[in-house]
T-cell receptor
Framework: DSGVTQTPKHLITATGQRVTLRCSPR?????VYWYQQSLDQGLQFLIQ???????AKGNILERFSAQQFPDLHSELNLSSLELGDSALYFC?????????????FGPGTRLTVL | QQQVKQSPQSLIVQKGGISIINCAYE??????FPWYQQFPGKGPALLIA?????SEKKEGRFTISFNKSAKQFSLHIMDSQPGDSATYFC??????????FGAGTRLTVKP
């Protein structure tokens, strides 16, 4: 158990809908990262927040947004969902903001868009 | 845009054998190279990582070999065990925190 929690575990929704995925980092970690894992694209870095501020951006679509709250939990919002958004979404956390900090991954949220 | 190429896609080795997974990168701005291990139904977990100022790093049965001039790095698993059966991802990261992953290698260690 990495200490990172993600809810929900599974999510099934329809095209065009909006969903919110939630992540609680390990105690003491200030950075939160979001990743997408799909059969087509593999593992892709989406976005990083550090202590409430956006720190780095990867291949995140404009339909997707994230934020980190004062209690350090983070939410990933996915809107106007398409079939191709079906994937596993992982959250990871680390102590610092640097790219060499060990990241601890949560168990993921499996999103299915029908 | 695939910036990290990983091979093989799948690998089967006998218990006690050596598993070797190779990766190549394109962008010379990458300067942190982690390997992740992922079991079914779980998130990836950091296995071992290397910076380009060293050519080899060993942790237990796991070794990373790094060739900066060739822009290649590899993971060697010595004395492979059935419990090592998992998917392994190489990755490359840089100062802007944009981490790129290889496509993954599914390792099966037969008893």
């Amino acid at each position: 158990d990495s200490g990172v929690t993600q809810t929900p575990k599974h999510l099934i929704t329809a095209t065009g809908q909006r969903v919110t995925l939630r992540c609680s980092p390990r105690s003491g970690d200030l950075s939160v990262y979001w990743y997408q894992q799909s059969l087509d694209q593999g593992l892709q870095f989406l976005i990083q927040y550090y202590n409430g501020e956006e720190r780095a951006k990867g291949n995140i679509l404009e339909r997707f947004s994230a934020q980190q709250f004062p209690d350090l939990h983070s939410e990933l919002n996915l809107s106007s969902l398409e079939l191709g958004d079906s994937a596993l979404y992982f959250c990871a956390s680390s102590v610092g903001q640097g790219y060499y900090n060990e990241q601890f991954f949560g168990p993921g949220t499996r999103l299915t868009v029908l | 845009q695939q910036q990290v190429k990983q091979s093989p896609q799948s690998l089967i080795v006998q218990k006690g054998g050596i598993s070797i997974i190779n990766c190549a990168y394109e962008n010379t701005a990458f300067d942190y190279f982690p390997w992740y291990q992922q079991f079914p139904g779980k998130g990836p977990a950091l296995l071992i990582a290397i910076r380009p100022d060293v050519s080899e790093k060993k942790e237990g049965r796991f070794t990373i070999s790094f060739n900066k001039s060739a822009k290649q790095f590899s993971l060697h698993i010595m004395d492979s065990q059935p419990g090592d059966s998992a998917t392994y991802f190489c990755a490359a990261s840089r100062v802007d925190n944009d981490m790129r992953f290889g496509a993954g290698t599914r390792l099966t260690v037969k008893p």
